[in-house]
């Protein structure tokens, strides 16, 4: 994205990132999601030596100090401090734990000879994904990019190529707006802890500054600790002044101890809401990486239906895959997003650039709506006429997206329409509702 030349100072800027309502923050503040919340479709991608293992990113490593089975307490990625325990985070999809001398050394057999960058990033454009996010570190501190502050890096891997370079410049090449998601927590360095947390912060911002002055096309930032970890952990108002200074109009999710720009929930949709914005991040599996071929895939409709879901709710998707040990995509969830592309090919217009509502998500479906069009996606069909609520405006005329004008009635309890079952398309029938 270029440089916006009314982008904030610093001072805006922070002030900015501690507001969660876009109508509390600056006009600058406003504007700078502007390409983001037109975009609605994003690709995340998380891919480490994990996969090799066919184990949890990261995850599988919080409780390796054992033979795999117990899942004794490893203190290591405990840092004591501002009464965080990290490792008593354990949930069931965590598992299994790998083994320290299996996990520690997984970097040793990790050759994704497939792995072609351009084709990886063409699946997300044919997919109808307008920008990708790719994890550059999780909290196993492996780094997907040739740092010169870590030795535990992609380039000590047997494939020897800077992963996350290639696919920033496939991004660039191919029209899509590219961000990395960089994890605060690190469980492989040394300084990570409650003793020398000044140290480890030193560190993670030198690999900031290093990963924007690589990439000038990052336009985005995942961070990954949850609130409960305060700002003050990372130096968070040191680290945002560095990024401001590097990239001005860059936008930051809300995992570093701040709202920022937009609320991040996790393998559910988000709530509906015209205030905040928000991005769902979601899996095909429910697993982040990926678990192999005996892991069930979500269904083409439900995957469409999760981007209409966050669409209509005031929310952008962030659609995850789990590359395989070899670096392609698995060919289900290629399914999944060729059927999404396919459908974006011929109703993008009913979701880029369009805002959530009028109509709030309910069983039916989902609204969108762009200037004084509306456009109504109904998946489930109730008996008889679909009933929707009052809306201020009169409404001109109503078709069907697919073509045919439909009979409806407004008043002021709301809005009937009389769509017949051989009229409905499937899996998502669209309505055209024109206001006057």
Known sequence: MPTDPTAPTFDQFWADARQANWRDKSPAGQRRLDWWRDAKF?????????????????????????????????????????????????????KPAVPREVYDNLYRSFYPGMFDADKFVAEGKRAGMRYLVMVSKHHNGFCMWDTKFSDYNV???????????????????????????????????????????????????????????????????????????????????????????????????????????????????GAYNLERDWESCMTFTSFWSWHGFQTPVISREQCLRNLLGCAGGGGNLLMNVGPLPTGQIDPREVDRLRYVGAWLDQHGETVYGTRAGPFPPCDYGVSTHRDRTIYVHVWQWPDGLLQLPPIPDRVRSARLFSGGDISFQQSSTGLE????????????TVLVLELA
């Open 417 to 428: 329409l009389n769509i017949s079952p051989g009229d409905r398309t499937a899996p998502i």
């Open 155 to 269: 380039m000590q891997t047997p494939f020897r190529r800077d992963i996350l370079a290639e696919i920033a410049r496939a991004c660039a090449k191919a029209g899509l707006t590219f961000g990395i998601y960089y994890s605060q927590r690190d469980w492989h360095h040394p300084a990570y802890g409650p003793t020398r947390m000044a140290e480890y912060n030193a560190y993670m911002h030198a690999q900031i500054r290093e990963l924007l002055e690589a990439h000038p096309n990052i336009s985005l930032i995942f961070f990954d600790c949850e609130q409960y970890y305060p700002s003050e952990m990372w130096d968070g108002k040191e680290l945002f002044r560095l990024i401001h200074s590097l990239r001005p109009d860059i936008i930051i999710n809300d995992r570093c101890g701040v709202p920022a720009d937009f609320w991040t929930p996790e393998q559910a949709l």
């Open 42 to 94: 994003g690709m995340f991608v998380h891919w480490d030596p994990s996969s090799v293992a066919g184990a949890e990113i990261s995850w599988g490593k919080q409780f390796y100090d054992d033979t795999g089975e117990h899942y004794r307490d490893n203190p290591r990625p405990t840092p004591s401090l501002h009464g965080i325990e990290e490792h008593k985070m354990w949930l069931d999809w965590f």
